[in-house]
T-cell receptor, first 111, second 113 residues
Framework: QKEVEQDPGPLSVPEGAIVSLNCTYS??????FMWYRQYSRKGPELLMY????GNKEDGRFTAQVDKSSKYISLFIRDSQPSDSATYLC???????????FGSGTRLQVQP | NAGVTQTPKFRVLKTGQSMTLLCAQD?????MYWYRQDPGMGLRLIHY???????AKGEVPDGYNVSRLKKQNFLLGLESAAPSQTSVYFC????????????FGPGTRLLVL
């Protein structure tokens, strides 16, 4: 079983829709949770970063972590065609000092 | 600032050939990492370095070697390439106090025939 599980999609939504991307994880030692965005044939870029449980908002993006259910979410409001990319969730284990990635969800926002 | 850069962008190798991938960062980060990305597998850590002259194994180190002779550079070597090493390779770097936030390069696509 992978430590971070993510539905690969693809997820196709119309422009302006609210997008919900989700991950589950199994390692209770994970303390930090990240979302990376990866455009086709590019490197991942850090989008959102949260520590422990709670919400974090940045413009149209909201990251949510529920440690009790080991659930990580990313919400995108008013989605744009430029949001079309693969979104990778990741978690960091401070004990092992290692970043563990989900396999990514491909999002397509249709104009 | 260029951030993290990788050379080359794309390479085709025959089985048994060797090559070196170069990563450079201009952010004065102490830590550097090499990952490979395969379909359905996500990013997996190959090797990492916590400072000049030091390296350590990650999740999938077999078949690879690394060196960090200068703080800004991290080299990944394949001594005898195998088709199983066909992948996209990403370099990343981070500050020592912020290991959880890593900055990635654009990647190197490697095809081993």
């Amino acid at each position: 079983q992978k430590e971070v599980e993510q539905d690969p999609g693809p997820l196709s939504v119309p422009e302006g829709a609210i997008v919900s991307l989700n991950c589950t994880y199994s390692n209770s030692a994970f303390q930090y949770f990240m979302w990376y965005r990866q455009y086709s044939r590019k490197g991942p870029e850090l989008l959102m970063y949260t520590y422990s449980s709670g919400n974090k908002e940045d413009g149209r993006f909201t990251a949510q972590v529920d440690k009790s259910s080991k659930y990580i979410s990313l919400f995108i409001r008013d989605s744009q065609p430029s949001d079309s990319a693969t979104y990778l969730c990741a978690s960091f284990d401070t004990g092992r000092r290692a970043l563990t990635f989900g396999s990514g969800t491909r999002l397509q926002v249709q104009p | 600032n260029a951030g993290v850069t990788q050379t080359p962008k794309f390479r085709v190798l025959k089985t048994g050939q060797s090559m070196t991938l170069l990563c450079a960062q201009d952010m004065n980060h102490e830590y550097m990492y090499w990952y490979r990305q395969d379909p359905g597998m996500g990013l997996r850590l190959i090797h990492y370095s916590v400072g000049e002259g030091t390296t350590a194994k990650g999740e999938v180190p077999d078949g690879y070697n690394v060196s960090r002779l200068k703080k800004q550079n991290f080299l990944l070597g394949l001594e005898s390439a195998a088709p199983s090493q066909t992948s996209v390779y990403f370099c990343a770097s981070s500050y020592v106090q912020r290991e959880e936030t890593q900055y990635f390069g654009p990647g190197t696509r490697l095809l081993v025939l």
